[in-house]
Antibody, heavy 119, light 111 residues
Framework: EVQLVQSGAEVKKPGESLRISCKGS????????ISWVRQMPGKGLEWMGR????????NYSPSFQGHVTISADKSISTAYLQWSSLKASDTAMYYC????????????WGQGTMVTVSS | QSALTQPASVSGSPGQSITISCTGT?????????VSWYQQHPGKAPKLMIY???NRPSGVSNRFSGSKSGNTASLTISGLQAEDEADYYC???????????FGGGTKLTVL
């Protein structure tokens, strides 16, 4: 079965760092891009950026450039989303999703990782 | 980059048809045939319903169809069923960031 499995929910304090993960299985991990999508409570979907796991090339939405880092370890078929200093406004559900090409649609989604940032 | 524009809500009775619009610019919806539609039920991950404007993935009901005219794409759901009640999002490739932009989402209520 083709799937993306994300790491579990996180509760952090402002200023802390965090890395969440997304593990692909059932397909060739390096043949698809992995994107990250944010959904703030009660709000819509926002594309954050993506990575080509074959060479770790990334591109980011201007809204998220410099605020998060996307990386991947193709040896373990896992992509990551990382923050160096969390803010309360980072509280959201984060989804990873795969696409076959740069302009492609998202055919497989992870189950989501809820990140809560609160003092 | 600005989000694509969708109506906040639409509604219809079982058996009826509804259409959700998604308006962008020539840098996204109007410039490329890379419009997708996603269905999201509460507490669930989004699900791909339409890709490349009008293509349905395997397993998606043929009651769902997509189209595009100029800078506006549309999702039509015919023969509405209670299970169709959900949030729907459009997305498009955008040349402004060589990335993806989503619409604000539309809540579909089946009366």
């Amino acid at each position: 079965e083709v799937q993306l499995v994300q790491s579990g929910a996180e509760v952090k304090k402002p200023g802390e760092s965090l890395r969440i993960s997304c593990k692909g299985s059932g397909y060739s991990f390096t043949s698809y891009w992995i994107s990250w999508v944010r959904q703030m409570p009660g709000k819509g979907l926002e594309w954050m950026g993506r990575i080509d796991p074959s060479d770790s090339y990334t591109n980011y939405s201007p809204s998220f450039q410099g605020h998060v880092t996307i990386s991947a370890d193709k040896s373990i078929s896992t992509a990551y989303l990382q923050w160096s200093s969390l803010k309360a406004s980072d509280t959201a559900m984060y989804y990873c999703a795969r696409s076959v090409a740069v302009a492609g649609h998202f055919d497989i989604w992870g189950q989501g990782t809820m990140v809560t940032v609160s003092s | 980059q600005s989000a694509l524009t969708q109506p906040a809500s639409v509604s219809g009775s079982p058996g009826q048809s509804i259409t959700i619009s998604c308006t962008g610019t020539s840098s996204d919806v109007g410039g490329y045939n890379y419009v997708s539609w996603y269905q999201q039920h509460p507490g669930k991950a989004p699900k791909l319903m339409i890709y490349d404007v009008s293509n349905r993935p395997s397993g998606v009901s043929n009651r769902f169809s997509g189209s595009k005219s100029g800078n506006t794409a549309s999702l039509t759901i015919s023969g509405l069923q209670a299970e169709d009640e959900a949030d729907y999002y459009c997305s498009s490739y955008t040349s402004s960031s060589t990335g993806v932009v989503f619409g604000g989402g539309t809540k579909l209520t089946v009366l």
